[in-house]
């Protein structure tokens, strides 16, 4: 059992910056890929970022790829979400997830979620 606490949302202009966290609780949270998603009013649930259990790879959703960065520290079991250049577009609950899938871009796969943390960007 694995349970996700994020933080770290907020309102930010555009172009700034942000850093969410992911809490997780477990002995085991080394061995569970994490993701970030995200949902915006009115629109599906999407895929943001991933990092794998092993070997830290790292999976962007292509409209994130040179502003977002995840990582991890297993020794805190805590994941991480730094945001930079965030644009409007970027306004969304944010969530984390864990899995022990390999496939870390699909929603579905992901076992444990956190309750969100709201990221808003104005203009």
């Known amino acids: 059992q694995v349970q996700l606490v994020e933080s770290g949302g907020g309102l930010v202009q555009a172009g700034g910056s942000l850093r969410l966290s992911c809490a997780a609780s477990?002995?085991?949270?080394?061995?569970?890929?994490m993701g970030w998603f995200r949902q915006a009013p009115g629109k599906e649930r999407e895929f943001v970022a991933a990092?794998?259990?092993?070997?830290?790879?790292?999976y962007y959703t292509d409209s994130v790829k040179g502003r977002f960065t995840i990582s991890r520290d297993n020794a805190k079991n805590t994941a991480y979400l730094q945001m930079d250049i965030l644009k409007p577009e970027d306004t969304a609950a944010y969530y984390c997830a864990a899995t022990r899938s390999l496939e870390l871009r699909v929603a579905i796969n992901y076992g444990y979620w956190g309750q969100g943390t709201q990221v808003t960007v104005s203009s």
């Open positions: 477990g002995r085991t949270f080394s061995s569970y890929g």
């Open positions: 990092i794998s259990w092993i070997g830290g790879i790292t």
